[in-house]
């Protein structure tokens, strides 16, 4: 088994559920790139690989993969969301293309610092945090 399925069997574990065979495709399909996903285009995937594994599944699975802290939404743009793996993963912040859904991934750590600052200024500890900037991308303007 691999780590984010090790991880995933213990948390199903915890909360007295099945690692299914369903289940495990569905989180293999999800660690096999680490590309931000939406369900749909999960779906289209296993589709096209001869799994039979239902939208519904998949829509079911999601809630389960973010509260074990496999998985987080990453973008939500004009209704649409993506999500993304928080195993193995660092801290980044998304510029979203509303033309193309393109996603364009960025670290900065003065826009960390800078949220420290703050955080330490209202004496807040900080659980989990996300920036997202809507947006053109170049190659959508120049059209
Ligand atoms: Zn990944
Ligand atoms: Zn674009
Ligand atoms: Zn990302």
Redesign the pocket.
């Known amino acids: 088994m691999s780590e984010p399925e090790k991880q995933f069997a213990d948390f199903l574990r915890s909360k007295g559920l099945k690692f299914t065979p369903e289940r495990r495709e569905i989180l293999r399909k999800i ?1 096999a790139t ?1 590309e931000h996903f939406d369900v749909e285009t999960l779906f289209e995937k296993l589709k096209k690989g001869g799994e039979r594994i239902s939208l519904a599944t998949i829509y079911r699975l999601v809630p389960l993969l973010i509260e074990s802290g496999m998985i987080r939404q990453a973008t939500r743009c004009e209704g649409h969301v993506t999500y ?2 928080v ?3 660092k801290l980044h912040y998304h510029l979203v293309c509303v033309r193309c859904g393109k996603i364009i991934e960025f670290r900065d750590e003065g826009i960390e610092r800078l949220l420290m600052q703050v955080c330490d200024k209202y004496d807040f500890t900080v659980i989990d945090h996300r920036l997202g900037v809507r947006g053109i991308c170049s190659a959508c303007r120049e059209e």
């Open positions: 660690f680490h993304e793996h195993f193995g993963h």
